[in-house]
């Protein structure tokens, strides 16, 4: 098994062995503020969020390959992501604009608000089953 992280500091995406051995940089181009990161190892897909001058929500494959940009408008602080892997949907909360959306993984199509508040900052979203919960920094 691999683990996979981001690095803000030198905006890099970078995976390593569980035991930290053949650790390397799979991204290190085109990124700014990455933030969160979910994997999808049945798919091999890798997404991220990034708070820099553009914000956005990235997809690639797990070897940093074929990198797109999901989403970038209307966004923000996208702080968590997670993935529905039975619904083959992506959720991120953003702590500016106080929502949890989703959109279709494979595709970045099919956009909804899943939950809006006010003068929430939402730092972390997970989603299992029939229930989504996110964390309030």
């Known amino acids: ?11 890099l995406i970078e995976v390593a062995r569980l035991n930290g051995s053949f650790r390397y940089v799979i991204i290190s181009q ?3 503020q990455p933030r969160s990161i979910a994997v999808h190892p049945e798919k ?5 969020t990034e708070w ?3 914000p956005c929500i990235g997809k690639a494959h797990l070897d940093g390959s074929e990198k797109v940009v999901l ?3 209307g966004i923000a602080w996208p702080n968590g992501i997670s993935l529905d892997y039975e619904e ?4 991120w909360c953003d702590a500016r604009t106080d929502k ?4 279709d993984l494979e595709s970045g199509g099919n956009r909804e608000i899943v939950l809006s508040g ?8 997970a989603v299992f089953g029939a229930y989504i919960y996110w964390s309030d920094r």
């Open 1 to 11: 098994g691999n683990i996979y992280w981001t690095d803000h500091g030198f905006n």
């Open 30 to 32: 085109g990124l700014d």
């Open 44 to 48: 091999g897909y890798l997404f991220w």
């Open 52 to 54: 820099g001058q553009t």
């Open 71 to 73: 989403v970038s408008l």
């Open 88 to 91: 083959n949907k992506l959720y």
């Open 100 to 103: 949890i959306e989703r959109i």
């Open 118 to 125: 006010s003068n929430v900052d939402m730092f972390s979203v």
